[in-house]
């Protein structure tokens, strides 16, 4: 908590000191007399701003020359003397350029739907991007790469309770599961951008690297195995002003990881005005109650800059979509009372407070530079369920093999061959509650009773350990920027992101304690720390061409380190039950907490690396019509090497209404200082049933046993060919195929057994524990995959009688394929060397098919005086899941699935709205899960669609 404070002080400290730029800055420009779409579109760039236009409209007017130093909305005015064209300032701050006719009739009071310029409802204008490009923002159909830009109202009209949720359903390429239970996975869900796991995207922050999250996925559910990605979970939606979703490869223009994309999260940016939102819902099940308030503010800091401030905070109950083991009612059946139903929760996991604050601020200190600063800070309690753990079948905790049965265990609490001696208690019954020798040691009246002790007297049902943890998020990021001479710009700025998880395990015990063991532990805590110094300089040249050459040129220097943080000591110690170092005897029982051991001190550290690069942009028009654009990347880590990376991406345009637009480009992800050092133990299940499997680096002395060798980074060609259709403002087409090879993908292997000589070597080689391992993964560069598929978003917007209509269709196919599986040295089963892939088949169909080959949305706004209706229906396309990743045949086909969320919005008064919605209108559900009885989850715990079903919720909103 003292750490966290610690960022918390920052931010307030630089909440009092810095502020952003808005219409007191002042702007250097230095434009030529042209049409209206190409000055404005030059004017947003040597402004470095977002500005709102129609780009049709702007084409049929000539603007005028502008040249010297002007605020915004003076430039604009001066650029648009004397045309049709005028400029309008909401109450947010945000600038529009709409025709002056426009502009009076909006002056009318509001009795009827008034779309603002900062809302999507304003089809005619178009947004403006900086994502995908150095030089010159760019809107959806005049980006030579595919890009989504979605507003501030694409999340308002959202049941979804965090961004992330809110994201995956209006991106159909973005993909987020549910996580009941997997580890840690379930503390920080993976999302998926085009079929690549987590942490093949990368995130931005107002243009700037976000840090990664702490957790790193070793149940990813096969597509994110290992995988470290940002988390997207911790960034309030009420601070955004838009979200640009970059669909190509980047890494030649951000660096590691952007290998599916780049997703960039841009602050609000308004001097005054904001607005309060309280939602509560639940699902139709009747759990999952939630609670969320949102708020945000923009003020004016003295005459120079502004502060835009905005907070979340939410609560919210678990789910349960569970059925009754199997395992559990025949236990029930034959007697046992004691047996909780369900045994085991699959649903979502209780929020028990979740806030978030984000800030975006600057200050003016001359005409032509500013000072900037935006920050972000949150903080999550969250838990849920882990595996059942069955009375008579945990071994290590009620019992052990005997031949073919099993033995109770049961600690001799004066020791062994000492004392009182314990009898010997085979599991003969189908209830051990009723065998008169359990019986015998359960009365603990009686001498042997109370020296012999099992842990069926602690937990007659058996148990279930709920596993949850702490997340801390923050950053800070400052900086200053403006222009120089000749109408180049420059920027420079420092940032620091943290991410800490500190995990607890309550309800289990550290069966070697025995009843000395306490039954709630913290196992431990991991955190990431990432430092980043970029400066940048872009300008144009002239080359003799239509246009100048817009060059951008920069360098960056990054710092992350990864900690591991040791648990408390009963969370990893061996008590005495486990092995007695005064009689060199062991009783049998488990070492450390019961489904997450603690991370012991020699597993603890902090390991870091440094990196560096080099980056150049270049794009220009090559021709009228033609227009190319050329990124490259050299990058040094301390810890592999370097690499370096191209791009070559162009648009053609082939007549006013379509253009041709693709890339090339070369990428790569460097593996994380967590996946090269990290050790965790955690219970997953197995063919074999529960089974308590170690991750390890490569390095790891049984890692290097298996066949592991340092890592390498993956490396990526990525290919994107579009084509863009735009019939009007109001109706155009994006269709865009992609084909993405990556090789070399760092992953964790399949669990493979420790064999009884595997770990009679390791033993004589000195590693200490190994004999708790059941079976062991660790991480390693494992197999090459080649995806492709097709995105198609359509827009159309229209008018029918008083009601305004808006429609965008969004369609996306991703298929993969795992081409090659490294081999390792292996033997055949009657003992001839060999070699032979770990990754299981189960494994590689999870890989292929896990997430739905097709998806697809179609959203609907409609608007009607003061109301307006939200419609959006789902499709997600048929599935493979590994039911409980355990390559046990339980495999399932999911069937496809539709959903239709609704929320009608009632403009009550000018500034407070009532919404009603729901999300899954009609609470449909994944088909029923074949296996439901194994474990107790009702629906395959993968679906697409969730498994919770409709979400009903309600809202007020005051807007100021």
């Known amino acids: 908590m003292y750490r966290f404070g610690r960022w918390l002080v920052a931010l307030c400290l630089a909440g009092m000191t810095a502020l952003p730029v808005l219409a007191k800055q002042t702007y250097e420009f230095s434009i030529q007399a042209k049409s209206a779409d190409e000055a404005l579109t030059e004017f947003a760039r040597q402004a470095d701003t977002t500005l709102l236009f129609s780009y049709e409209l702007a084409q049929q007017v000539n603007a005028n020359a502008l040249t010297g130093s002007f605020t915004l909305q003076e430039g604009l005015q001066a650029l648009l003397k004397g045309t049709e064209l005028a400029v309008q300032v909401d109450a947010r701050g945000m600038l529009t350029v709409k025709h002056i006719d426009d502009i009076a009739r909006a002056a009318t009071p509001i009795t009827k739907h008034q779309p603002d310029a900062d809302d999507e409802n304003t089809f005619a204008l178009e947004r403006i991007a900086i994502v995908g490009s150095r030089n010159a923002p760019r809107t959806v159909v005049s980006s030579a790469v595919p890009l989504d830009i979605l507003t501030e109202d694409t999340f308002k009209a959202q049941a979804g309770a965090d961004l992330l949720g809110m994201l995956a359903s209006a991106v159909p390429s973005l993909n987020v599961n549910d996580q009941p239970i997997n580890d840690a996975t379930s503390l920080v869900r993976p999302a998926n951008l085009r079929g690549m796991a987590s942490d093949h995207t990368l995130l931005l922050l107002n243009g700037k690297r976000r840090h990664r999250s702490a957790v790193i996925t070793f149940l990813g559910g096969g597509l994110s195995d290992g995988a470290q990605g940002p988390d997207i979970s911790v960034l309030p939606a009420s601070a955004m002003k838009q979200v640009e979703v970059l669909r190509d490869g980047a890494a030649a223009q951000y660096g590691s990881d952007a290998i599916a994309g780049v997703i960039n999260f841009v602050l609000k940016e308004a001097d005054e005005g904001g607005s309060v939102a309280l939602k509560t819902g639940q699902y139709g099940a009747g759990d999952g109650e939630l609670v969320q308030v949102q708020a945000n503010?923009?003020?004016?800091?003295?005459?120079?800059?502004?502060?835009?401030?905005?907070?979340?905070?939410?609560?919210?109950?678990?789910?349960?979509?569970?059925?009754?083991?199997?395992?559990?009612?025949?236990?029930?059946?034959?007697?046992?009372?004691?047996?909780?139903?369900?045994?085991?929760?699959?649903?979502?996991?209780?929020?028990?407070?979740?806030?978030?604050?984000?800030?975006?601020?600057?200050?003016?200190?001359?005409?032509?530079?500013?000072?900037?600063?935006?920050?972000?800070?949150?903080?999550?309690?969250?838990?849920?369920?882990?595996?059942?753990?069955?009375?008579?079948?945990?071994?290590?905790?009620?019992?052990?093999?005997?031949?073919?049965?099993?033995?109770?265990?049961?600690?001799?609490?004066?020791?062994?061959?000492?004392?009182?001696?314990?009898?010997?208690?085979?599991?003969?019954?189908?209830?051990?509650?009723?065998?008169?020798?359990?019986?015998?040691?359960?009365?603990?009246?009686?001498?042997?009773?109370?020296?012999?002790?099992?842990?069926?007297?602690?937990?007659?049902?058996?148990?279930?350990?709920?596993?949850?943890?702490t997340i801390e998020d923050?950053?800070?990021?400052?900086?200053?920027?403006?222009?120089?001479?000749?109408?180049?710009?420059?920027?420079?700025?420092?940032?620091?992101?943290?991410?800490?998880?500190?995990?607890?395990?309550?309800?289990?015990?550290?069966?070697?304690?025995?009843?000395?063991?306490?039954?709630?532990?913290?196992?431990?805590?991991?955190?990431?720390?990432?430092?980043?110094?970029?400066?940048?300089?872009?300008?144009?040249?002239?080359?003799?061409?239509?246009?100048?050459?817009?060059?951008?040129?920069?360098?960056?220097?990054?710092?992350?380190?990864?900690?591991?943080?040791?648990?408390?000591?009963?969370?990893?110690?061996?008590?005495?039950?486990?092995?007695?170092?005064?009689?060199?005897?062991?009783?049998?029982?488990?070492?450390?907490?019961?489904?997450?051991?603690?991370?012991?001190?020699?597993?603890?550290?902090?390991?870091?690396?440094?990196?560096?690069?080099?980056?150049?942009?270049?794009?220009?028009?090559?021709?009228?019509?033609?227009?190319?654009?050329?990124?490259?990347?050299?990058?040094?880590?301390?810890?592999?090497?370097?690499?370096?990376?191209?791009?070559?991406?162009?648009?053609?345009?082939?007549?006013?209404?379509?253009?041709?637009?693709?890339?090339?480009?070369?990428g790569f992800k460097a593996p994380t200082v967590g996946q090269s050092n990290v050790v965790n133990v955690t219970t997953a299940y197995s063919a074999q049933g529960l089974q308590d499997q170690a991750t390890l680096p490569p390095t790891h002395p049984i890692s290097q046993q298996l066949g592991a060798s340092a890592l390498r980074p993956e490396r990526s060609v990525n290919i994107s060919l579009g084509a863009v259709a735009m019939w009007s403002e109001q109706f155009y087409l994006t269709l865009d195929y992609f084909n993405i090879k990556l090789k070399n993908r760092i992953s964790t292997t399949s669990a493979i057994a420790l064999t009884a000589s595997d770990i009679a070597r390791l033993e004589r080689q000195g590693v200490n524990g190994v004999a708790e391992y059941a079976a062991a993964k660790y991480f390693t560069n494992d197999f090459d995959?080649?995806?492709?598929?097709?995105?198609?978003?359509?827009?159309?917007?229209?008018?029918?009688?008083?009601?305004?209509?808006?429609?965008?269709?969004?369609?996306?196919?991703?298929?993969?394929?795992?081409?090659?599986?490294?081999?390792?040295?292996?033997?055949?089963?009657?003992?001839?060397?060999?070699?032979?892939?770990?990754?299981?088949?189960?494994?590689?169909?999870?890989?292929?098919?896990?997430?739905?080959?097709?998806?697809?949305?179609?959203?609907?706004?409609?608007?009607?005086?003061?109301?307006?209706?939200f419609w959006r229906a789902g499709y997600y396309g048929s599935y493979y899941e590994d039911h409980l990743d355990a390559a046990a045949g339980l495999d399932i086909d999911g069937k496809p699935m539709f959903t239709l969320d609704l929320e009608l919005s009632w403009l009550w008064t000018e500034q407070l709205t009532l919404a009603l919605g729901a999300k899954n209108i009609f609470d449909t559900s994944p088909q029923l899960n074949p296996y439901r009885g194994e474990v107790g989850a009702q629906y395959p715990a993968t679906a697409p669609g969730g498994i919770n079903g409709g979400f009903y919720y309600g809202e007020v909103r005051y807007t100021f």
């Open 297 to 469: 503010i923009g003020m004016p800091m003295t005459a120079n800059g502004f502060a835009n401030l905005s907070a979340e905070y939410r609560e919210q109950k678990p789910t349960s979509r569970s059925v009754q083991r199997d395992d559990a009612q025949a236990l029930m059946d034959a007697g046992n009372t004691q047996v909780a139903n369900p045994a085991q929760i699959w649903g979502s996991l209780a929020v028990d407070y979740d806030w978030k604050l984000a800030a975006n601020l600057g200050y003016d200190i001359s005409p032509k530079h500013q000072l900037y600063a935006f920050a972000n800070a949150a903080k999550r309690q969250t838990g849920g369920g882990f595996y059942y753990r069955h009375p008579h079948l945990r071994s290590g905790v009620f019992s052990q093999p005997q031949g073919e049965g099993l033995q109770l265990l049961v600690a001799d609490l004066d020791g062994l061959n000492s004392g009182i001696e314990c009898p010997t208690i085979p599991i003969t019954l189908a209830n051990v509650l009723d065998q008169a020798d359990y019986q015998r040691i359960a009365d603990n009246s009686t001498p042997v009773g109370a020296n012999c002790f099992a842990f069926n007297e602690w937990f007659a049902g058996g148990f279930t350990p709920r596993f949850g943890g």
């Open 474 to 666: 923050a950053s800070l990021f400052a900086g200053i920027e403006g222009q120089l001479s000749s109408q180049w710009q420059y920027d420079v700025s420092f940032g620091a992101g943290y991410s800490h998880i500190a995990y607890e395990l309550l309800g289990t015990v550290n069966p070697s304690l025995g009843p000395a063991s306490p039954l709630n532990f913290s196992p431990g805590a991991v955190a990431q720390v990432e430092r980043t110094f970029n400066a940048d300089i872009a300008g144009p040249v002239a080359a003799g061409l239509p246009e100048p050459v817009y060059l951008g040129v920069g360098v960056e220097w990054r710092r992350e380190t990864y900690h591991q943080r040791a648990g408390e000591p009963l969370s990893w110690q061996a008590g005495p039950y486990a092995f007695n170092p005064a009689t060199g005897t062991s009783q049998g029982f488990s070492i450390g907490s019961n489904g997450f051991p603690g991370y012991q001190p020699q597993s603890a550290g902090h390991w870091s690396r440094h990196n560096w690069a080099l980056y150049a942009d270049a794009e220009s028009q090559l021709h009228t019509n033609l227009e190319a654009g050329l990124a490259v990347r050299l990058e040094h880590y301390s810890d592999f090497g370097s690499t370096f990376d191209g791009k070559l991406s162009g648009r053609w345009q082939l007549s006013d209404t379509y253009a041709l637009r693709g890339s090339v480009s070369t």
């Open 785 to 869: 995959t080649h995806t492709q598929g097709l995105d198609v978003v359509l827009n159309y917007s229209f008018l029918s009688g008083p009601i305004t209509h808006e429609i965008t269709a969004a369609y996306n196919w991703t298929h993969t394929e795992v081409d090659r599986v490294t081999l390792y040295p292996a033997k055949t089963s009657q003992g001839q060397p060999a070699f032979a892939p770990n990754l299981t088949a189960a494994r590689i169909n999870m890989l292929e098919n896990n997430l739905p080959a097709h998806r697809a949305t179609v959203t609907l706004k409609q608007y009607w005086e003061t109301f307006s209706v």
